[in-house]
């Protein structure tokens, strides 16, 4: 398993602990920098960062989940599902440190192994809705590059 495979899985673990109320983002903290995995250095950072940042965005992030996944309020999805689009919309959206396609892959990954057989296609589906929408206000500013002088 990637160092930044094992980063998502313990954000994804700490997340799902906030959202069911079981810790506070403090307690969580506290927990995993007691353990074998805050050695790790900057995998350890890389948790951190992308832990805190998704539970500090949650309203940004479900607003962005809201927009492409009409049929599926949040607060009806399984906890575990809202958890690793939560983390994946910040990689992608606000983060913005992986390739898309990267962030779509591990979420998929995450939602076979800790979810239902069905959650790794209805990641795919909305994350990839996300992925286009935040992709495409980039696109539109970006301007084409200049033609060779002598073309």
Known sequence: MSKRRLARENCLQSLY??????????????VFQKGDFA?????????KDIFLTTFSSTQ???SIIRSTSRNWEIDRMAVID??????????LAILRDAPAPVIIDEAIELAKKYSTE???KFVNGVLDSIARAVKAPADANDTPPEPPANA
């Open 17 to 30: 602990l906030t959202d069911s109320g079981v810790m506070t983002p403090e307690e969580v903290l506290a």
């Open 39 to 47: 050695r790790e250095g900057k995998v350890f950072e890389f948790y």
């Open 60 to 62: 940004q992030i479900d």
């Open 82 to 91: 809202r958890c690793i689009l939560r983390l994946a919309v910040c990689e």
């Open 118 to 120: 069905k959650s790794g």
